[in-house]
């Protein structure tokens, strides 16, 4: 079945910086890749998704790029504020399941 | 749009007990639904896709004995957790997924459930 590996656990960065999480997957036969933030004790929301016909996608401070070669996708926050703080996921969906990787819990020090 | 519910938020119980998870879509009607399961600190792991008017279909290592799981309707699923136990004990989350939007799933609230 469908692998995903998410990079790093954790993440600090300074207010203002960049932010960069990394994925891989393991099924080329992936074809819609989501991201999700989830506040502590909250539902994970949809905060940007890419498709396997696309390599980059942005939507204001956030963005996604996937390479299918090599099966990598990644998140950039660019700019990022204390509002970012949480923990993000990286998923693959395949045959309409969606597997989700372990997680990065992002700091945004002040 | 796209509103998932779950009731209840929390529940507590008894070492034995079953317990019954509602999953609806207030505004959309969802052909398929998931039940997943999260752990503290742990990431989504599926438990099972649920079709309206079919069985569901388990994960690997997910009892369907004990995780009864009934899509009657294109907007309610419900997740029976059957002779819980303190192992158990996790936060339930469900999501939608709209026959418009087939890649988009739309997450509930959660239910957090302790047993003692």
């Known amino acids: 079945g469908e692998n995903v590996e998410q990079h790093p656990s954790t993440l600090s960065v300074q207010e203002g910086d960049s932010a960069v999480i990394k994925c891989t997957y393991s099924?080329?036969?992936?074809?819609?890749f989501p991201w999700y933030k989830q506040e502590l004790g909250k539902r994970p929301q949809l905060i940007i998704d890419?498709?396997?016909?696309?390599g980059e996608k942005k939507d204001q401070r956030i963005a996604v790029t996937l390479n299918k070669t090599a099966k990598h996708f990644s998140l950039h926050i660019t700019e990022t504020q204390p509002e970012d703080s949480a923990v993000y996921f990286c998923?693959?969906?395949?045959?309409?399941?969606?597997?989700f990787g372990k997680g990065t819990r992002l700091h945004i020090l002040p | 749009g796209a509103v998932v519910s779950q009731h209840p938020s929390r529940v507590i119980c008894k070492s034995g007990t079953s317990v019954k998870i509602e999953c609806r879509s207030l505004?959309?009607?969802?052909?398929?639904m998931f039940w997943y399961r999260q752990f503290p600190k742990q990431s989504l792991m599926l438990m099972a896709t649920?079709?309206?008017?079919?069985?569901?279909?388990?994960e690997q290592g997910v009892e369907k004995d004990k995780f009864l799981i009934n899509h009657a309707s294109l907007t309610l699923s419900t997740l029976t957790v059957t002779s819980a136990h303190p192992e158990d004990s996790s936060f339930y989350i469900c999501?939608?997924?709209?026959?418009?939007?087939?890649?988009?799933?739309?997450f509930g609230p959660g239910t957090r459930l302790t047993v003692l």
């Open positions: 999501s939608a997924r709209a026959g418009s939007t087939p890649d988009t799933q739309y």
């Open positions: 099924d080329s036969a992936s074809n819609y």
């Open positions: 890419i498709r396997s016909n696309v």
């Open positions: 998923a693959a969906s395949i045959n309409d399941k969606i597997i």
């Open positions: 505004d959309f009607q969802a052909t398929t």
């Open positions: 649920s079709n309206e008017g079919s069985k569901a279909t388990y």
